[in-house]
């Protein structure tokens, strides 16, 4: 019954920015941590922030940082991945992640183009 249902996704022009929403419900969201994935076309697919339970605590990987930041919204059972300055190396699937399972989203698609 848990739930993870990412959204926000599109088509954008480098330098854009946009805010994901990673909603949820079937736990209790306020006492774990979440991951933030992307997948790209032909490449593994790799974390790109993660926010723990007692944030503001978070980590980014090192292509993204200065420019993702990754709030949350306990009240709301949300995690948000905002990115400003999309690059088209952004491009990718962005997967929501409960921290230490394997329960994922389905995904949002995210494309970065001229």
């Known amino acids: 019954q848990v739930q993870l249902v990412e959204s926000g996704g599109g088509v954008v022009e480098p330098g854009a920015s946009l805010r994901l929403s990673c909603g949820t419900s079937?736990?209790?969201?306020?006492?774990?941590?979440m991951f933030w994935y992307r997948q790209a076309p032909g490449e593994e697919r790799e974390l790109v922030a993660r926010?723990?339970?007692?944030?503001?605590?978070?980590w980014y990987a090192d292509s993204v940082k200065g420019r993702f930041t990754i709030p949350r919204d306990n009240a709301q059972n949300t995690v948000f991945l905002q990115r400003n300055n999309l690059k088209p190396e952004d491009t990718a699937v962005y997967y929501c992640?409960?921290?230490?399972?394997?329960?994922w989203g389905l995904g949002t698609r995210v494309t970065v183009s001229a």
């Open positions: 079937g736990f209790t969201f306020s006492n774990v941590g």
């Open positions: 926010i723990d339970s007692n944030s503001p605590n978070t």
């Open positions: 992640k409960i921290r230490k399972t394997n329960c």
